[in-house]
């Protein structure tokens, strides 16, 4: 049967088991499409062409680096397990302090001016990481994808070649780290996006050599997992076009776009990242992986903010 006709019955058959996870999606992309459209007209107008740069050019690093971890693909037919996982916990940890201190932080600060109130400043920043857990969650739930070791997740997942789930799969990571970076320099403040850019490139090379690895360890030629895995950078710069647009309009929307991203990070490092590292028995190495990557992260905040 085509999958192009078939998808949607599918479809629809998936959202009626998964109700929540429904409305959450429903609820995340509305918000996330009312912002863009208002932030849409100053981008094409050119009020952001400057922000713009700065954006795509933190995407495009996010993209170097990933390709950068990939590149040892070459050499190395197989990676440790114990390795992997804690170049993943090293990642995940660079993610969560991203998280704190070059997403929320700031945007508590800016939740804070613009509405006069510490309290309702607070909520801005949490309706937004509301908002990014609903958007992976139900991206989670409704994208046909493939992990390594947990198996496929999503609709219609058999007829889908097995590299497209890989993909989309990646996909799932790369997309809210680009939008994190657009919204970092959604207002032209290089001290909040510097930092969170270089940590999330800086995490992207030992996650570019995990997937090249893990693709090749299940079967995948050394071409076909290097170029997939650098491919799939390709997400950060288009994340990062989406994160800057949706955070450029309405004052409010910079806070409520910090906390979008961050929350959107926490549940991938959570649900996807985190599990994956404790799966094979090698949950201290990935925990002290985890630990030097946050506080190398806070470090770099630190020096660089």
């Known amino acids: 049967?085509?999958?192009?006709?078939?998808?949607?019955?599918?479809?629809?058959?998936?959202?009626?088991?998964?109700?929540?996870?429904?409305?959450?999606?429903?609820?995340?992309?509305?918000?996330?499409?009312?912002?863009?459209?208002?932030?849409?007209?100053?981008?094409?107008?050119?009020?952001h062409s400057e922000t713009m740069r700065y954006a795509l050019w933190g995407g495009f690093a996010g993209f170097a680096m990933t390709t950068a971890g990939a590149i040892p693909g070459f050499f190395l037919k197989r990676l440790p397990r114990k390795i992997e996982d804690g170049l993943l916990g090293l990642a995940a940890g660079m993610m969560l302090a991203a998280s704190s201190f070059s997403l929320i932080l700031p945007g508590l600060k800016a939740g804070d001016a613009i509405t006069g109130s510490t309290l309702l400043g607070a909520v801005t920043v949490v309706i937004g990481m509301a908002l990014g857990v609903m958007l992976m969650l139900g991206m989670d739930e409704f994208t046909p994808h493939e992990h390594t070791h947990t198996g496929t997740f999503g609709p219609e997942v058999r007829r889908l070649n097995r590299i497209w789930l890989f993909v989309l799969a990646i996909a799932l990571h790369n997309l809210p780290e680009g939008m994190a970076i657009g919204v970092s320099f959604a207002q032209g403040d290089l001290q909040v996006g510097i930092p969170l850019t270089s940590a999330i490139a800086m995490q992207d090379i030992p996650e570019g050599l995990a997937v090249a690895m893990a693709l090749r360890s299940v079967g995948y030629s050394t071409i076909k997992s290097i170029s997939i895995a650098s491919i799939t950078g390709l997400l950060e710069p288009l994340g990062s076009i989406i994160g800057l647009t949706l955070s450029s309009g309405l004052a409010i929307a910079y806070p409520i776009g910090l906390g979008l991203a961050a929350g959107a990070m926490i549940f991938v490092v959570s649900?996807?990242?985190?599990?994956?590292?404790?799966?094979?028995?090698?949950?201290?190495?990935?925990?002290?992986?985890?630990?030097?990557?946050?506080?190398?992260?806070?470090?770099?905040?630190?020096?660089?903010?």
């Open 1 to 47: 049967m085509n999958l192009p006709l078939f998808f949607p019955q599918s479809l629809r058959q998936h959202m009626a088991q998964h109700p929540y996870a429904t409305v959450g999606l429903a609820i995340s992309c509305f918000a996330i499409l009312g912002l863009f459209a208002v932030g849409l007209y100053d981008v094409l107008t050119g009020l």
């Open 271 to 305: 649900n996807e990242v985190i599990p994956e590292t404790h799966r094979n028995g090698n949950q201290r190495v990935a925990t002290i992986g985890l630990v030097f990557g946050f506080a190398l992260m806070m470090t770099l905040d630190t020096v660089l903010g």
